[in-house]
């Protein structure tokens, strides 16, 4: 059964970081692209980063570059979102999904996903 499990989520302050995990099972993370997406409340889903099966990584928000990243620990089938400096505008609930080989900034074209986190930025 192929499910998507991300954690890591929770409370943080303005400035601080988290790190997001996705692990998978009932098939091998390393032979997709994964792909982080968050949902603001009111907004629309969005892209964020994704790591495709070769390794190359795509941001899709601006707003991220230089303080998210993306790694993948094969040995663990799981892909990590590393955030830093977090902002209150990064709150959102984040979720990971999987397609091909390459990645995509849309949603619709990612065939599983997770069932999400929520980060919370606040002080």
């Known amino acids: 059964q192929v499910q998507l499990v991300e954690s890591g989520g929770g409370l943080v302050q303005p400035g601080g970081s988290l790190r997001l995990s996705c692990a998978a099972s009932g098939f091998t993370l390393g032979h997709y692209a994964t792909g982080w997406f968050r949902q603001a409340p009111g907004k629309e889903r969005e892209g964020v980063l994704c790591?495709?099966?070769?390794?190359?990584?795509?941001w899709y928000t601006d707003s991220v570059k230089g303080r998210f990243t993306i790694s993948r620990d094969n040995t663990k089938n799981t892909v990590y979102l590393q955030m830093n400096s977090l902002k209150p505008e990064d709150t959102a609930v984040y979720y990971c999904a999987i397609r091909g080989n390459y990645c995509s900034g849309y949603g619709s074209d990612y065939d599983y996903w997770g069932q999400g986190t929520q980060v919370t930025v606040s002080s």
């Open positions: 790591m495709s099966r070769y390794g190359n990584w795509i």
